[in-house]
């Protein structure tokens, strides 16, 4: 005669041969996490590449504001300079939902530094064209103060 038990606990069913549950069930949370790190891992690069992406349009607007001494091109300058400073201070609210165990991101932190250095130089290479900047002797020369000489001597010609 056949029986039909509706009880559904584990411990009266058997495994399939060949299948531990134990096995899998130890495992699966350790690939998920695993799975969570990388993810982790792999968004922090991709937020350390958000300066490039804004860096070639920086640069289109810095060639194309001219060398010349206009509000326009002297504001396209100021803004190079600080959206990279104000970059700098938001690091760690940029990658804080990345931050975790076992993920490391010292990496990506210091490219997303370098690449907004970049755009700062560049900012820097531009105020220096414009003559901004005092690079020259010449640009110094109402700082140096006027040598007065302790003797002088006349002469008479006749």
């Not at 891992?41 to 958000?50: F, G, I, M």
């Not at 920086?58 to 001494?69: A, R």
């Amino acid at each position: 005669m056949w029986t039909l038990s509706l009880d559904r606990s584990k411990e009266n069913c058997l495994d399939p041969i060949g299948y531990r549950i134990t096995a899998t069930e130890s495992e699966e949370p350790k690939k998920r996490e695993k799975n969570l790190k990388e993810m982790k891992q792999a968004k922090a690069w991709e937020a350390s590449n958000r300066p490039f992406q804004s860096m070639i349009s920086t640069f289109l607007m810095l060639f194309m504001s001219g060398s010349g001494l206009n509000i326009i091109s002297i504001i396209i300058t100021c803004m190079a300079m600080w959206t990279p400073v104000k970059a700098f201070f938001t690091v760690n609210s940029v990658f804080a939902p990345y931050e975790g165990e076992g993920v490391s991101l010292l990496v990506p932190k210091l490219k997303y530094c370098a690449l907004n250095m970049v755009v700062m130089v560049a900012g820097l290479y531009k105020f220096s064209i414009m003559g901004l900047i005092p690079t020259n002797a010449e640009d110094w020369i109402s700082v140096v103060p006027i040598s007065h000489p302790l003797e002088v001597s006349t002469g008479f010609y006749f």
